[in-house]
Each structure stands twice: as C-alpha cells, then as structure tokens.
C-alpha cells in the first residue's frame, strides 16, 4: 500500500487506544469511540474513522495496525498541502503582461552532466543547421553546431552553445474548457432541522396513551408529567441499548434533551401512528355492524399518501389485527359452561333487530337467533338450505347450524342465512326441536317444499320425524 505524507499514523481500537486531542470524527462530526476503527493525523491532531473515506480497508487496516507506524495525512491536510514559493526565490508567480520581453539566457554545457551512455565519439547525431531557421536578429557568428562536426559526423557535447535572446511577443490567453465541469459532489452532512414541529397524538400508543411525534420521523411516550410540565422519552426502548434522546415539555414550548438518536429517523410516521389511532377508534364505534378488514379499508383510503415516505404507510394486515384486539376488550366474554345469562341489554344496543330463544332437549341448551324479516323471507322461501360449521364456535358449543334461501331482487338471486342457531350437541332429538320452535315462530301458511342438507344421518331423521313427506336432497358440494 502506497500512502503519501510526513506524518505518523496512529490506530485506535479497543485494544490498543491512545489519547488524542480530539475524537470527532473530520468526515462525519461524530465521535471516534474507542471500539471503532479510527486513524489520526500528526499533522492536525485529529481524528478520522477508517470507513469515513480514508480509502483504506479492513485488511489493511489491520495489517497496519499491526505494523504500529506507517505515513498517511487526513483528507483536509492533503487537500491543503501545497508547496509556497521562498521569499528569495528568483521565480514569481504574478502573471507576465502581454507583449512583455523576456530574457532568457540558457546554462554553461558544464553545469549539466552529460548521460553516461553518451560517448564523445558517437556519431549517431548529424547537426544539420540548414533544417532550423535562425531569427531575424540573430549574429551570424552565434551558431549552435560546429562545422567541423558536420564533416566528421560527430557531435561535441562539451562546446560552449550558451546564449542570450531577446524576444518580443504578446502572450495568448489561457483557454477555458466549459464545456465539460465535473460534477459537485457535496459530502457534507446536512444538520437537522433545529426546530421540529412536534405534535401530541391522542390514543397514539398500544396503551391509548398520548404520543408525541416529530416530522422527522421520531416519536416518543410520556415519561413523567406534571401539569403543563411533560417529560417525553424515545419509544426506541431496546434491552441492550435504548434510546437515550428526550423531549422536555412546557406548555406549548418543547425543548429536546441533550442525548441525541441512536437510530436513524423514520419520515412519515406520525402519519402512520395517526391512521393507527383512527383505526382504532372506528372499531369501537363498530363492535358488530362493521367488519375489521372493512374498516380498515375505508381509512387507509382516506388518509393514506402514496406520495409519503413507505414508514406512513403501515400494513393492511396488521391494522386488522389490531382492531379485531381492541374490539375483543370491548365485547362480552365467552361462557365457559351453558349454565350462563345473555346481556339483554348489550344486545339491543348492538343488534336491535336480533333476538334470541333458548331450546332445550335431552336437558341440553340450544341458542336460536333470528330476526322478524329473517322469519318473513324464510316462510316464502320454497326449499330450506340447512348446513352446519365447527370452525366459528367454541366450547360449550359444538356447532353453527344455518338454515338459508335464495332471494331474489329484479334480476339477481342469491342465497343468504336467515336463521341461526348454537347447538351444543348432535343428536336426532336435538334437531327435530329446533325445527319446531322455527316452524311455531313461522306464519301457518308456508311455501316450504323441501331440503337440501348434507350427508348427517341425525339431521336427516329430524327432518322427516317433523316434516314428514317433504323431499330431502344432499348437497353436491359435500
């Protein structure tokens, strides 16, 4: 590796670290810990990490490192490493006016060596004087070849062909290429916005806590508070190294602490954390009468930016969880035995239009759910779909029976459940009950012809035990 410079260079590593007059860092205005790979300059005294464009590699940092010394100056100390001319030197560097005269005289043959490959005999050389023209003002006397060398075809080096020439001419103007510039580069860091617009969101937190966002993308959780006082901490809370900046709160006045980031800044989250909020203030308007997924589509279609940073953006999928969590808190828990009472009124302010009917049979509970429209459409509907689920229910139940019909509006038909009901057990008698307290909730006059159900042995002799002589069909999909 081949390094330029007058100076020394010293390693800084866990091991083997020095004192130096300064750990900041030239390229990146941070500091030079000792557990970083740094090098400093003799020349300034300061320091500079290895990979802050020092142009040097771990490898041979390393073998430097194990060299002890080696020559190397900072980026600024190259850069402003330029020769100054004596104060007695006879040349000067002012710029010669045009036309101005100069005198050049030309040094002794003796003051200059000759090569050492060049012999007095050698007659490699022809001075041909005729191929140079001389000046208008030059003697005829001063010649720069010998005759007689021309004739024995050698060359003397050592004849005196010093002379003095007096010329006059005006000096051209140095051309400037502007057509081609090279680019600018700009390296230097640009600072953070000393004054960042910070904004105090309600409910921001996973706790419902207040938040205080930045828009540079930090954000922060209440420490302490006090009044108007309010000391806010970085929500970057790792086990192994957390994150130390602070936000001091007065009134509307916020001043941040001394500690700075550990992190690097996340743009366009508070716009995330407020969509976020919003979401979850939706779900708990709409425990029943709106689906997760629903919600979530309608406020990211309002609020969502597709000119935004990806950070104020946050996953569909994820919203929806976080809605289907807050809305569980909200609704009633599930029994754990039959032996339990329904909030009436949680269910009128929920579902006005639903009611509930307990059947009993074999000595177990059966719930019935249904509503006056649902009854009405499924007494003109002429063949009932009855089909069962196991996936949606949990202990004690067993199952989710569902009776369904096509109803059509103009031209379209299609098929919807009308009544429900939580079984706790599969038995013949348990649905042969079940269809008389639907059959007793129904008007007399039915249009009912016939079913269509799956392949259970049970529910197809509760069928025929209640509705004998009506056609029972299994379905094509089971």
């Known amino acids: 590796m081949n390094l330029h410079g007058s100076t020394h260079v010293h390693l800084k590593h866990f091991d083997d670290f ?10 990146c205005n941070s500091r030079v810990r000792p557990l970083q790979e740094g090098l400093q300059c003799d020349r300034c005294n300061l320091w500079q990490h290895r990979t802050c464009n020092t142009g040097i590699t771990r490898a041979e940092y390393r073998r430097l490192k194990a060299q002890g010394e080696f020559q190397w100056e900072c980026t600024k100390c190259s850069r402003n490493d330029q020769p100054m001319p004596a104060a007695d030197s006879d040349d000067s560097t002012v710029p010669a006016p045009n036309d101005a005269t100069f005198h050049i005289s030309l040094a002794d043959d003796s003051a200059v060596p000759a090569p050492d490959d060049v012999d007095d005999n050698n007659t490699s050389a022809v001075a041909d004087n005729s191929a140079v023209p001389a000046p208008d003002d030059e003697d005829d006397n001063n010649t720069s070849v010998d005759e007689n060398n021309n004739l024995n075809g050698s060359v ?20 400037q290429e502007t057509s081609i510039r090279e680019d600018i580069i700009n390296d230097a860091i640009q600072p953070e916005d000393p004054q960042p617009a910070y904004e105090v969101v309600e409910g921001g937190s996973k706790r419902g806590k207040k938040k205080l966002v930045d828009r540079r993308g930090y954000q922060y959780t209440i420490r302490r508070s ?50 976020k909020t919003e979401v979850k203030q939706n779900a708990r308007q709409n425990i029943f009468t709106c689906s997760a997924p629903r919600i979530v589509e309608e406020v990211m279609s309002k609020s969502a930016d597709v000119n935004a940073p990806p950070a104020s953006r946050p ?12 809305r569980l808190t909200m609704r009633p828990k599930d029994p754990k035995d039959l032996d339990f009472e329904l909030d009436q009124q949680f269910l009128e302010d929920q579902i006005p239009n639903f ?16 509503s006056e429209h649902q009854l009405e459409l499924l007494s003109k509907a ?12 949990k202990k004690p139940w067993t199952q989710l029976l569902s009776i369904h019909a096509f109803i059509r509006s103009g031209q379209h038909m299609k098929q919807v459940p009308l009544v429900f009901c939580f079984m706790s057990r599969k038995r013949k008698e348990a649905y042969y009950e079940i269809l008389r307290q639907i059959d ?6 039915i249009c009912l012809q016939g079913f269509v159900v799956d392949f259970e ?22």
């Open 382 to 393: 002429k063949t009932w779909y009855m089909d069962s689920t196991f996936h949606v229910v």
């Open 156 to 175: 003397n080096l050592h004849e005196d062909n010093s002379f003095a020439a007096d010329a006059s001419y005006a000096v051209p103007d140095a051309v």
């Open 226 to 275: 006090k009044g108007d006082y309010c000391y806010w901490r970085c929500c970057k809370r790792g086990k192994n190294q957390p994150c130390p900046a602070t936000v001091i709160q007065r009134g509307m006045d916020y001043q941040e602490g001394r500690m700075l980031h550990n992190h690097p800044a996340e743009p366009g989250i508070h716009l995330a954390i407020k969509m």
């Open 315 to 326: 996953k569909p999928a994820n919203l929806t969880r976080m809605a289907n969590r807050v």
């Open 355 to 370: 009611k509930t009917l307990d059947v009993y049979a074999s000595g177990q509970r059966h719930l019935l759910v249904y």
């Open 457 to 478: 042995a049970a529910m197809w002799r509760g069928i025929q035990d209640r509705f004998p002589g009506f056609i029972i069909q299994g379905c094509a999909f089971h």
């Open 18 to 27: 020095c004192v130096c007059i300064s750990d900041i860092c030239l390229h």
């Open 440 to 445: 007793h909730l129904l008007p007399e006059q």
